[in-house]
């Protein structure tokens, strides 16, 4: 009963670092700055079945979410359902709402940058709420634990195969260069400082 109060205090954390991280996927997208690697892999799916990207973000973490519990027996939380169940939603509901990008560069700057905050300022939310990892966390903790290989390497490998799959699911559509730039390369370099300068403020270690 004790631990469930707990939980229950930390869902309201939960759920906002969800719903942030959400709009940060979104905005980046939006820019046309380039975008990380599995929203690099969503886009290409999109592109290619017409199914629109927020759509093809839930199913993609249903799919990773399945794979992880039968192959790598990795532990489920609250944090990983509400995780399928609200960003993909919520992206979509965004993209309806805001379905035209900027076409001026500055506009397109100060868009990505907000997505790279938010984004990296929602994953770190929900994570610290320890109630759970997403489908694509729990996916590369779970690798790494039952080949023995580091973190450090299992998951760039697994960022680099959906980025090389989502730019190839790309090629031809005339849309690679709007998802996969500078802003790419941004995501992949900083992401890890600013969501260790969030832990350090939100006290999580």
């Known amino acids: 009963v004790k631990e469930l109060k707990q939980d229950l205090k930390r869902l309201p954390h939960l759920v906002v670092g969800l719903f942030i991280l959400g709009v940060g996927i ?6 046309l700055m380039g975008m990380a690697p599995w929203g690099i892999f969503h886009m290409g799916l ?16 249903f799919l990773v ?6 192959l790598f027996r990795v532990e489920i ?7 399928v169940l609200i960003v993909g939603p919520w992206i979509t509901v965004l993209d309806v709402l805001f379905p035209k990008s900027p076409n001026e560069l500055v506009s397109q700057i100060m868009i990505f940058l907000a997505g790279f905050l938010l984004m990296n300022i929602g994953r770190s939310l929900y994570i610290s709420s320890n109630l759970g990892q997403g489908p694509r966390d729990g996916m590369f903790i779970g690798l790494a634990r039952s080949t023995g290989w580091s973190v450090k390497v ?4 697994i960022d680099l195969t959906v980025f090389i799959i989502g730019s190839f699911l ?11 730039g500078i802003g790419t390369l941004i995501i992949v370099l900083f992401s890890g400082y600013v969501i260790g300068l969030c832990f350090s403020l939100l006290g999580f270690h």
Not at 77 to 83: A, E, K, S
């Open 26 to 31: 979104f905005l980046t997208k939006l820019s």
């Open 170 to 180: 790309l090629l031809g559509t005339g849309v690679l260069f709007s998802y996969v």
């Open 154 to 157: 299992v998951k760039p490998l």
């Open 77 to 83: 939380g609250i944090g990983t359902i509400l995780n």
């Open 46 to 61: 999109s592109q290619v079945t017409a199914i629109p990207f927020g759509i093809v973000t839930q199913i993609v973490g």
């Open 65 to 70: 979410l399945v794979i992880s519990l039968f």
